[in-house]
């Protein structure tokens, strides 16, 4: 069972929970920032009680992306070995890479504000003024108001490498813009999810129908709690309507590789669930 956002043929929209039967909307909050404002054990019980209940046809419904109001897209970075050492060679820094996956502060860094994020199907950005970009395939935790994890989404992280090799100062360049952060539509209930520490994560990449790329790992390469990742994130900031926190990327395509305009990028999580979509250069 899943919670989405969508949106009905009749312009409606709302909150549901959905399964292969169909979707059966929830009776109190038809926005996620709604919701987020309510403690885990409230929100539980509104999921359940609408999972109890019957089901629509999911005819016609539109998923939409699952952030809105005041809600914040945040990344934690240098999380899983693979990151480390990708980020190391296209960069030559070793020091600040190096030192933050042993740090005990993690790198934390603003991703995406609500309106500005992406969903399943839809078309992500190249940065014209990047050489290189990269998809990072990312398990996302979604948080209410008081910290507490809620539910489990994937987020492609799409980084501009080419930038943030050049400096990492420009990091929030690299990370943040147009198109750059996709978020599955489909949020998994945290207390459903079996060992979330051995999740299988795979990402594919298709030009022109071809797989040019594909990778694999499992978030028990994780080098962080995700209890941990959440404290620091909310440690001296306040998420008023929740936030998504995705945890960091253990999948990296070798340094001579790049997204093209018109690739198609899949990623899939297990227990989670999957996320596809195309990219296209964004204007200079
Ligand atoms: O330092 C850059 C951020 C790395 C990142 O986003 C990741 O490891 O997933
Ligand atoms: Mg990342």
Redesign the pocket.
């Known amino acids: 069972m899943h919670l989405i956002k969508y949106r009905a043929p009749d312009g409606t929209s709302g909150l549901a929970v959905s399964d292969a039967d169909g979707f059966t909307p929830l009776r109190d909050a038809s926005d996620l920032s709604t919701l987020l404002r309510e403690p885990l054990s409230r929100i539980r019980a509104a999921v359940e009680e609408a999972a109890a209940g019957p089901r629509l046809t999911a005819d016609g419904l539109r998923l939409l992306p699952p952030a809105d109001g005041r809600m914040e897209v945040w990344?934690?970075?240098v999380?899983y070995e693979r990151?480390r050492s990708a980020r190391i060679e296209e960069s030559g820094k070793s020091d600040v890479y190096g030192a933050v996956y042993q740090a005990e502060r993690p790198e934390l860094f603003f991703?995406s504000a609500p309106w500005r994020a992406l969903t399943d199907g839809d078309t992500a950005g190249l940065r014209a003024d990047a050489e290189s970009t990269v998809p990072?395939p990312?398990l996302a935790l979604v948080v209410n108001r008081f910290g507490e994890i809620v539910a489990a989404t994937g987020?492609d992280?799409l980084?501009a490498r080419s930038i943030e090799g050049e400096n990492p100062l420009y990091l929030p360049q690299a990370?943040t813009y147009i198109g750059s952060c996709v978020l599955g539509p489909r949020l998994r209930p945290w207390w459903e999810i079996a060992d979330p520490a051995a999740l299988a994560v795979t990402l594919s990449i298709l030009r022109s129908g071809t797989e040019v790329f594909a990778g694999r790992t499992s978030t028990s390469r994780l080098h962080r709690s995700y209890a941990e990742l959440v404290s620091w994130l909310c440690r001296a900031t306040d998420f008023p309507d929740g936030a998504v926190l995705?945890t960091?990327?253990g999948i990296v395509p070798e340094a001579d590789f790049s997204l093209e305009s018109g690739d198609t990028v899949r990623i899939d999580i297990e227990q989670v669930g999957a996320l596809e979509h195309t990219v296209v250069r964004g204007p200079a």
């Open positions: 990344g934690a970075g999380t990151s991703k990072e990312e987020c992280d980084t990370k995705a960091g990327t």
